[in-house]
């Protein structure tokens, strides 16, 4: 017989509230208590009227990342249906996201939708865009690293393992021996160019990547979720394919390095992870990439600009 209420959904708030469900669902669902490590709550203002009236409260709560604190709560079990109707209950500021339960189960909860707002320990891996290569500064990352840790000297941490010239190939190989000592909880996978790259004729070994571009990611989404972190990928950045005919043995173009954007962004939406759209930045600016490929200092901190208008 077929599971007609197939999804697992951790709650720790209204979803509780039998009003609430009833609202929803026509029903009081029922529940069984669970608990989410790695996490603690905040109060989070809700200015959705529906809302509101539905949940009778104007302050409801979210979640963001604390070593060694835990949140109790319940699952409930719901059908497709239901699940559909508790994502139109909640607002924008949140997102469905997997969580792994302190039992060892997965479900899903309803997270921060900035996941770097949220975030406490970032690890970062990519390519030579993603480490900062052309700026002294350290690119995006490092922008990144300066704010985040400055917003919490005690808790918080930014380690920027991206590597020049890494595919996500090469991502998939090099992250997870590397994870368990910095105790991520959140994963950003700088889904950079080179995946979008061909060999120039008789120069090189590779091959396509582009095809295998789903199966690197679901393996990251493994690796991550297996260390209780978020994953958030960050899609590639605008290139002027005028300069790159050929660069480093490597052909780049706006129709290849487009189709990887489309990929990655069709990929994490159909499994409701995060993804951070970084070309309009730079589009149309040469004037902020040193070679056609690699952003200038003050084109990593147009970078970071708009990072932080989406993630954090």
Known sequence: MTDTRPHTLFSFGTLLDQRVQHSLFGRAVPTTPASLAGYTTRPLAITDASVIATSGQDVHLTLERQSGATVEGAVLRLSEAELAAADAYEVDDYARRRVLLTSGETAWAYLDARALRAAARIVVVGDSIAYGRCDPQGGWAAHLAGAHIAANETRHRVFNLAIPGSTLADVDEQTPP?????????????????????????TGAGGDALPQVAERLASLAAT??????????????????????????????????????????????????????????????????????HPTTEGHKELYRHLSTLGC
């Open 178 to 202: 590397l994870l368990a000592p910095r105790l991520p909880d959140t994963l950003v996978v700088a889904a950079g160019i080179n995946d979008s790259a061909l060999p120039v004729s008789g």
């Open 224 to 293: 991550a979720h297996r260390h209780d972190a978020r994953m958030v990928v960050v899609g590639p950045t605008w290139i002027d394919e005028s300069r790159l005919s050929d660069f480093a043995g490597l052909r780049f173009t706006t129709e290849r390095a487009t189709a990887l954007r489309t990929a990655l962004r069709a990929w994490c939406e159909n499994r409701h992870i995060d993804f951070l759209d970084m070309w309009e930045p730079l589009r149309d600016q040469p004037h902020l990439l040193v070679d056609g490929l």
